[in-house]
Structures are given as C-alpha cells and as structure tokens.
C-alpha cells in the first residue's frame, strides 16, 4: 500500500485556471507538508499542518490555499495559475512536527502551466 | 536563517567505487538534525541516512556512511560498492531541532550522481 499518495501525478493546465492537487497518508502521522520543487530541482517548503492546523507558511502567494479536512489528508488549491507556478509538488508527512522525524514523500505532482 | 550548500552540481562514479558528496551548512542552533535523500529519475523522494548533531559517531547504512564533522559543520555522504541503482540526484537538509522549527527541512541545491558501469 502507498504510504503517501499524490493525485493527479502530472497536471497541465492554461494560465489563469484554478487547479487542486490532493495528498492522502495511511501511516496516521500527524503532520503534513507540501513542498515545491522548481526547474532547477531546488526544494523549498510551502506549507506544514499538524493535525489540520496550519504551523507553516513559508510566504507563498496567496494564490496558494492548502486545506486539511483531517489529518491524513492535506490539498493544496491554487488559483489564477501563472506560468511560475509549473514545478514538481510534493506532499510529505512525518509522525509529528515537534521532533526531526523522517519525512516521507510522495511520489509528486508535475504541473505544467501553458 | 539555516542554509545548506552542495557545492557538487554533478558527480560521477564507476560501478563498485566509491564516491564522497560534499555538503555544508551554516546555522546558528546546537541541536539539530542532518539527512541526505534520493531523489532517482522516478522523482520519489527517499530517505538515504540521518544524523542527530548530538551524536559524535556518524550514521551508516549498509553501503551508506557519513562523515560529520559539526565544528566545521560538514555532512559528506559516501556511498562504497556504488550501484548502476545509486544513480540519483542527492540532496543533503537540515531540520532544526528547536520546538519552533516544526519539521522544516532547508534542502541544499542537489548534486547528481551518474555511475558509469
């Protein structure tokens, strides 16, 4: 079974669309998180949630809205999609966000926005 | 703020050898938490090996070991026996293990390591 999952795996939409990436964990860990990896692979967080409250973010546009409906669960919601957007996003999760536990990946979600 | 520099874009190897990843980083904080992950073409993002900064002796996994040096606050990886499977890209982060940092983890630039068969 997948540990974290990620759906859709590749994403291509217009500029200017609204557009949702969804993240699912069945490991019952606590925290979650998306990050965004850009064109030249550098990773940055985005987001945290622990236990569907919000604990990071990390100055992102607010065309980005993620939303915790439990705590397996994190979406990410971006609006009015600009070309910058396009990149590989990840969701993560670890067992909690108090300690350096192991973050597990999911296996990411290429956007492409035309 | 913490950064992390993988001055390696690219590194190669021949199969069976070994090879040594360079990272270094720079933070103000005592106590804190050193990983390397995978990252092969399948982009799946896998944890290779950890270090807790309080610990003096250095992580190993199977064929993975680290060298951490915290005065210098250098983290290299070595991989021995490296395998046609090793080919990935690396990237070296650091969570800071402050109550405040809640999971961050600051990436460095990634290094891509081919291996020649």
């Known amino acids: 079974d997948t540990a974290v999952s990620q759906t859709p795996k590749y994403l291509v939409t217009q500029m200017g669309n609204d557009k949702s990436i969804k993240c699912e964990q069945n490991l019952g860990h606590d925290t979650m998180y998306w990050y965004k990896q850009d064109s030249k692979k550098f990773l940055k967080i985005m987001f945290s949630?622990?236990?569907?409250?919000?604990?990071i973010n990390e100055t992102v546009p607010n065309r980005f809205s993620p939303k915790s409906p439990d705590k397996a669960h994190l979406n990410l919601h971006i609006n009015s999609l600009e070309l910058g957007d396009s990149a590989v996003y990840f969701c993560?999760?670890?067992?909690?966000?108090?300690?350096?536990?192991?973050?597990?990946f999911g296996p990411g979600t290429r956007l492409t926005v035309l | 703020a913490q950064t992390v520099t993988q001055s390696q874009p690219e590194m190669s190897v021949q199969e069976a050898e070994t090879v040594t990843l360079s990272c270094t980083y720079d933070t103000s904080e005592s106590d804190y938490y050193l990983f390397w992950y995978k990252q092969p073409p399948s982009r799946q993002m896998i944890l290779v090996i950890r270090?807790?900064?309080?610990?003096?002796q250095n992580a190993t996994e199977n064929r993975f070991s680290v060298n951490f040096q915290k005065a210098a606050k250098s983290f290299s990886l070595k991989i021995s026996d490296s395998q046609l499977g090793d080919a990935a890209m690396y990237f070296c982060a650091f969570h800071n293990a402050g109550g405040t940092s809640y999971g961050k983890l600051t990436f460095g630039q990634g290094t891509i390591l081919t291996v020649h068969p």
């Open positions: 270090q807790e900064a309080y610990k003096q």
């Open positions: 949630y622990n236990n569907k409250e919000l604990i």
């Open positions: 993560a999760s670890s067992p909690n966000s108090r300690e350096a536990d192991t973050q597990y």
